[in-house]
Each structure stands twice: as structure tokens, then as C-alpha cells.
């Protein structure tokens, strides 16, 4: 077809094109577009074939590869979308269309400052166009917070989590995947000293699955559903984009074991890195096996979802985070915003050390916990079971507070030994404290300090061993009346550990007072 004929063909496409992206009909609308483009016979063009049909055969041609694009990317079919986009940049390298839809691509594809340079040429040529420097502000702060990883949602909170969920960009902090001597497999580590709050990683689900899950009869059934849904889903997201194939195919399956599983670079998970061109089979099998061993659930005891709707529930797969093993003694949390899971310490964390966190509830004694760990097809030889194991303590036996504190005393516990009994016998405390309450007998805060601050060291934050601290605190004198005392700085400290370093000092006491009224209501 020649420019002329090209021009005359799209403007009569474009009542029918109109019409299909009104509908949201984007399958016809891909189609519609190339069915043109087909007909169109690339030429030889480069951009300096500057002759008026050329010209005009050019334009339009990029703007129904831009069209097209557009399509494509609605669908989230992101490798074809950014083809489309590159094929008409090459033809155009000033086509805005193609540059605004390539930079949103990219921002799905977490190419941040990629994106940037995008809208910026396309700002050069709009530079009156709000949307375009929206898009332009909006890649530059995702890109920086890419880079230190520092996230603030103190207005969130302050405003009780109304309006929009703050978008959280892709962060890879000071880890790398490693070999686990502790777990065989596969496992996160430290590569520098970390301090407890910091984010690790902050990444997006692939697929995110949430639904009211009733709890009486249904329950069931409403699970079925939403876990079907997500497979689906996930399924369809493996299909259209290859950089997400090629990271699942890197999780484990659960079939191969210990040093035969790959261990991939640290580079691949980053944001900026390029979409991977290969394509892989697809493998359903293979991928429903890696749901199983790598799904999480938002409602995990180590995990805190902001401003979640009552009885909502989610499951969903984070891919970096699918390389961080079970520990008894976790030294890091998750915190769930909107769609994305930061991952961060939950106490201090050295240089070499493997990130753990906890996949079931871990203030429980070893058998119970040896239980939990069956379900999930492991034993667990973390430094607490092992020392549990070591002393071999007899069921029954360290009932109730006073039972631990003599052990604690006789066997001259300290430090984290101290504080991985306390978390065994956690519940036996809060019965303690719950009896002399009704009893109105006074104990003085510093039993619920003490205790909660070697739960903390040697088990990492805790939300409800934070929640005690925190009523028994409102109770007396030192929460919510402007006094700053010792144990408000240990509070501080303890809830960066349980919720990570993403608000601002006034913005984690609003917080409390909402935590603190939603367990009372
Ligand atoms: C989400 S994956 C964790 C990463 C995995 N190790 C890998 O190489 O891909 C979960 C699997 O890791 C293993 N695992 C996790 N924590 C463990 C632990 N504390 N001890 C032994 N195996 C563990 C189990 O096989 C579990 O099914």
C-alpha cells in the first residue's frame, strides 16, 4: 500500500476502532490494527526517506503500531506492546505516541529510568501536555526510590489508609542468592550488616489473588474459586510476557533438591533488568508445582497488610522473595501495600547471614512447631529448634511463667537463649498477665519489657508481643500523653522491627492508636 492510500484506510478505521476501544475490546482492536499493518508492507524506510509518500507511509504506520501497542499492553502482553513501540520508534524516533506508550511499558516492566528518557523526549515535543509530565514526575520518583529503597507512608497512615495506596517502586537492597548450607536449596543473604526496619526488597506480586472468604459454610468453596482465579491469572501473565516465564522457571518446583538447583544472579530480580527475549515452553505442570511450593499468603503471622479491608484475603507470588527460607528465629518481616510485599529486617542483621522469615507461627514450643513445619514438608534445624532439641525440654513442664523464669535462672540463660524459651512459652505469659490483671494485681511494666525485649532480639519484632506492650502502655502512663520516656525509644525501636522503617515517628503513634482501637473493637 502506498502512504496516500495508507492515510485514506486509517481514517476509515478509526469510527470501528473508536468504538472497539470504547468497549474495551482489545483482542478486535489488535486485530483490527493488524490486519492493516499486514496489508501495509513494511517498506525499506529508514528515517530519512523523506519523500511525501514515505513520509506519510511512515506516520501511519506508527501511529497503528502505537495503536496496536496500546492494545497490547491493556491485555498486559508487555514483550509484544514494547515490539510494537520500538518498531515504530525506529520508523519515527519522535513519534509521541509511541514514545508515551513505550514509557508506560517500561514502567510496568520496573524500567524506571528507562521510562524517564522516555517521557522526558516526549515532554521535548509536548511541553505543555499535564499527563506527560505526570508520567515524567511519576518515572523519577519510582526511580530513585528504586535505588535507595527508602519508602515513607506516613500521609497513608495519618489519613487512616483513605485515598490511593502509595505506589511502591521494585527495590533490591544489599542481598543475593545463595547456596543454604542451613535448609539444603536455595536461600537470601545478607551482603552487608543490615539494621533492623530496613527494607531488603520491595516487590510487586505477579499475580495477586484477594477475596472475602466467609467463615462459616462457602469458606471452602470461596477459596476454591480465588485460588482457581489465580492460577488462571498467573498462568495468562507466564503467557504474554517472558521476563515473567523466565523468572518463574528459576523457583523452586519442589522436586529437585539441594546443590542441583540453580542458583541465579541477584541482577535478574532487579528493577531495569531487560525483558528476557528468549521464549520458553510453557510448562503448566511445572508451574502449578511451583505455585505450591512458593504462594504466600498475606495473613501470615510474620506479615502485616496496610489498610486491609475486614476479611479480606490474599495469596499471591513475589518472586524474590520465594528464595527466602523458614526460620524459627527470623530476622526479617513482611509488610504487605497494595499489590506489593516490602521485605525487610525484623532485627539486625550481619554481613553473610541468611534472611529468614517465619511461615508459620513461631511463638509456639519445638513440638509444635515440628508439626507446623511437617505441614510444609520440612524439618527445621534453625539454631532455636536446635538448642531446644539440645536441652530437651519436657512437654508440660514449663507451663505458666514462673515455670521459665526458674528454668531461665537455673540453666543461667542469657541473650538469645533467654529470649528463644520466652518465645516457646509466649502464651503462657500472656495467660500470666491476663490472671493478674483480673486480679487486679499490679505488675510493673518492666516484666512485659523485659520479656518482649528478648522476644524481639532473639526471634525478631512480633506483632502481638508489640500489641501487649503497647496496652499495657496505654494502660499506664507513658502511651499517647506526649511524655517520651526509656520505653517509649524501646517501642519505637521494637516496632521498626515489626513493621519496618516506612513512617515517620508521629505518623507510627497515629498508627498505634488505630491498631490499639481495632483490637478493642
Ligand atoms: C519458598 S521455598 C524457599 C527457597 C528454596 N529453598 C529454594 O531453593 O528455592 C520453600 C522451600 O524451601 C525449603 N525450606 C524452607 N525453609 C526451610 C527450613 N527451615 N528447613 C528446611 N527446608 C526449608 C522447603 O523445601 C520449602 O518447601
Redesign the pocket.
Known amino acids: 500500500m502506498k502512504g496516500s492510500a495508507a492515510e485514506l484506510e486509517m481514517l476509515k478505521l478509526r469510527s470501528t476502532a473508536t468504538e472497539l476501544l470504547l468497549k474495551e475490546d482489545w483482542n478486535k482492536y489488535i486485530n483490527l490494527y493488524s490486519r492493516f499493518i499486514s496489508r501495509c508492507h513494511f517498506p525499506q524506510t529508514s528515517p530519512n526517506d523523506d519523500d511525501d509518500d514515505s513520509t506519510k507511509l511512515r506516520q501511519t504506520l506508527c501511529s497503528a503500531l502505537s495503536n496496536r501497542a496500546e492494545g497490547y499492553s491493556k491485555l498486559r502482553d508487555l514483550s509484544a506492546a514494547l515490539i510494537d513501540c520500538d518498531h515504530a520508534l525506529k520508523l519515527n524516533p519522535f513519534h509521541l505516541k509511541a514514545l508515551v506508550c513505550k514509557g508506560k511499558v517500561l514502567l510496568d516492566l520496573h524500567c524506571y529510568s528507562q521510562a524517564f528518557e522516555c517521557f522526558h523526549r516526549a515532554k521535548a515535543l509536548a511541553s505543555t501536555d499535564s499527563a506527560i509530565s505526570q508520567l515524567l514526575k511519576r518515572s523519577q520518583k519510582l526511580d530513585s526510590q528504586s535505588k535507595t529503597g527508602f519508602i515513607d507512608l506516613s500521609d497513608w497512615v495519618l489519613n487512616e489508609f483513605n485515598g490511593t495506596c502509595p505506589e511502591l517502586a521494585e527495590f533490591v537492597g544489599n542481598v543475593e542468592i545463595r547456596r ?1 548450607e ?6 537470601l543473604f545478607a551482603t552487608r550488616n543490615i539494621e533492623a526496619g530496613t527494607p531488603l526488597v520491595i516487590t510487586k506480586a505477579v499475580v495477586l489473588g484477594r477475596g472475602i472468604m466467609p467463615k462459616a459454610a462457602g469458606g471452602e468453596t470461596a477459596r476454591l474459586v480465588m485460588w482457581k482465579d489465580f492460577v488462571d491469572k498467573i498462568l495468562d501473565a507466564v503467557k504474554k510476557c517472558n521476563k515473567t516465564r523466565a523468572l518463574l522457571y528459576t ?2 518446583t ?1 522436586d529437585v ?1 539441594g546443590s542441583d ?1 540453580t542458583v541465579p544472579k541477584i541482577e535478574l530480580f532487579k528493577p531495569e533488568c531487560a525483558a528476557d527475549t528468549k521464549r520458553f515452553e510453557l510448562d503448566v505442570e511445572r508451574i502449578l508445582k511451583v505455585l505450591d ?2 504462594c504466600l499468603t498475606e495473613e501470615s503471622v510474620s506479615a502485616k497488610v496496610m489498610g486491609k479491608k475486614k476479611g479480606c484475603c490474599g495469596v499471591g507470588l513475589w518472586f524474590l522473595p ?6 524459627c528465629c527470623p530476622n526479617a518481616r513482611r509488610l504487605h501495600v497494595g499489590d506489593s510485599m516490602v521485605l525487610y529486617a525484623s532485627r539486625d542483621v550481619k554481613e553473610g547471614e541468611e534472611i ?1 522469615f517465619a ?1 508459620f507461627d513461631v511463638l509456639w514450643p519445638l513440638h509444635e512447631r515440628r508439626e507446623m ?1 511437617k505441614r ?7 539454631k532455636r529448634c536446635s538448642f531446644e532439641e539440645e536441652k530437651g525440654l519436657e512437654l508440660g513442664e514449663l507451663n505458666g511463667m514462673d515455670g521459665v523464669e526458674d528454668k531461665v535462672s537455673k540453666w543461667g540463660l542469657n541473650g538469645k537463649e533467654k529470649g528463644y524459651l520466652r518465645a516457646s512459652f509466649w502464651m503462657g505469659y500472656c495467660n500470666e498477665w491476663e490472671k493478674l490483671k483480673r486480679r487486679r494485681v499490679e505488675r510493673r511494666i518492666t516484666e512485659e519489657i523485659a520479656v518482649a525485649g528478648s522476644i524481639f532480639d532473639a526471634v525478631g519484632g512480633d506483632e502481638r508481643v508489640l500489641r501487649t506492650l503497647l496496652k499495657k502502655m496505654k494502660n499506664g502512663s507513658g502511651f499517647g500523653h506526649g511524655v517520651e520516656t526509656e520505653e517509649m525509644e524501646k517501642l519505637m525501636r521494637m516496632a521498626r522491627g515489626v513493621y519496618g522503617r516506612v513512617m515517620k515517628r508521629r505518623a507510627m503513634k497515629a498508627f498505634f492508636e488505630l491498631e490499639l482501637s481495632s483490637t478493642s473493637s
Open positions: 543454604s542451613a535448609c539444603g536449596g536455595r536461600g523457583l523452586s519442589g533438591e538447583l511450593v512458593n520465594s528464595f527466602v527460607n523458614h526460620s529468614t511461615y513445619a510444609w514438608g520440612f524439618l527445621c534445624s534453625c
